[in-house]
């Protein structure tokens, strides 16, 4: 896999897209996209903040600016972009600010990091939709949706962590 500046993925000669979010604790948001049909990879991290090179412990002190991430590689051609929005609303809560369940901090937040215009028209609308339908009963969403900025992978021990682990106890999204 070649990353080319940050917003587009060439494997083989496949045409897959790339789709970033942050919903509260990356180990729950991978869990939820990686069984996805279309959804050809998945790999947590951190995004959205001005440090270079961040680490767990440095996203941690919510000094870097940085949220737990995914970063979806899909086929459109399987899955739209819009499906996996909708995805991204339903699992987790999208009205309150840097939080998901206990995990409180900045790096909790929600986000949707666009890598084409067209992402970021289809985000907005979505958002406006999912306001307008009275499922929130009124809340507002706090939800950034921000072109993407440069995605930092997480270490090993953080990939797949409930594939690995057998489970997916003890974490909010």
């Given at each position: 896999m070649?990353?080319?500046n940050n917003n587009?993925?060439?494997?083989?000669t496949k045409k897959l897209q790339l789709a970033t979010f942050a919903a509260g604790c990356f180990w729950g948001v991978e869990e939820a996209f990686q069984n996805i049909k279309?959804?050809?990879?998945?790999?947590?991290?951190y995004t959205g903040g001005w440090f270079n090179n961040p680490t767990y412990r440095d996203v941690c002190t919510g000094k870097t600016g940085h949220a737990e991430a995914i970063q979806v590689q899909f086929d459109p051609n399987e899955v739209s972009y819009e499906d996996l929005?909708?995805?991204f609303w339903s699992i987790h809560n999208p009205t309150t600010k840097n939080r998901q369940g206990p995990d409180i901090g900045?790096?909790?937040?929600?986000m949707i990091a666009y890598h084409t215009s067209e992402q970021?028209?289809?985000?907005?609308?979505?958002?406006?939709?999912?306001e307008n339908s009275g499922k929130l009963n009124g809340r507002r969403i706090v939800t950034e949706i921000v072109p993407a900025s440069p995605f930092y992978k997480a270490e090993q021990y953080h990939q797949k962590y409930y594939q690995r682990r057998g489970g997916s106890e003890g974490c909010y999204i």
């Open positions: 070649n990353k080319e587009t993925v060439q494997v083989n279309g959804v050809k990879s998945t790999v947590v991290g929005v909708r995805v900045s790096q909790y937040r929600s970021g028209l289809a985000a907005k609308k979505s958002k406006e939709d999912l």
